[in-house]
């Protein structure tokens, strides 16, 4: 069992930056694939970034390339999501990610989830 709780979200302007942490309990987290994805208000849930267990692969939404940066620290149980040149529309709730399998983290199936915190990007 793994358990993920998300904190770091907040109110912020337009060019700003945010880090997003994932604390994360359970021994089986380490070998975990982790994830993020994210909801905005009236949309679907997207894919934001995942990496692998190891760190030694990454992938990215395509709207989020270039400006978003995930790192975890397996010592620690944390993942964590870096947030450059935040944007209106990057506005939503952001969920922290986790399972054995990469490719179905990607896919947002069989997934361990967080409860979500909220970013919210001011014009």
């Known amino acids: 069992q793994v358990q993920l709780v998300e904190s770091g979200g907040g109110l912020v302007q337009a060019g700003d930056s945010l880090r997003l942490s994932c604390a994360a309990s359970g021994s089986m987290f380490s070998s975990f694939a982790t994830g993020w994805f994210r909801q905005g208000p009236g949309k679907d849930r997207e894919f934001v970034a995942a990496?692998?267990?190891?760190?030694?692969?990454?992938t990215y939404g395509d709207s989020v390339k270039g400006r978003f940066s995930i790192s975890r620290d397996n010592a620690k149980n944390m993942v964590f999501l870096q947030m450059n040149s935040l944007k209106p529309e990057d506005t939503g709730v952001y969920y922290c990610?986790?399972?054995?399998?990469?490719?179905?983290?990607?896919?947002?199936?069989?997934?361990?989830w967080g409860q979500g915190t909220q970013v919210t990007v001011s014009s």
């Open positions: 990610a986790a399972g054995p399998q990469f490719r179905a983290v990607v896919a947002g199936i069989n997934n361990y």
């Open positions: 990496m692998t267990w190891a760190g030694g692969a990454t």
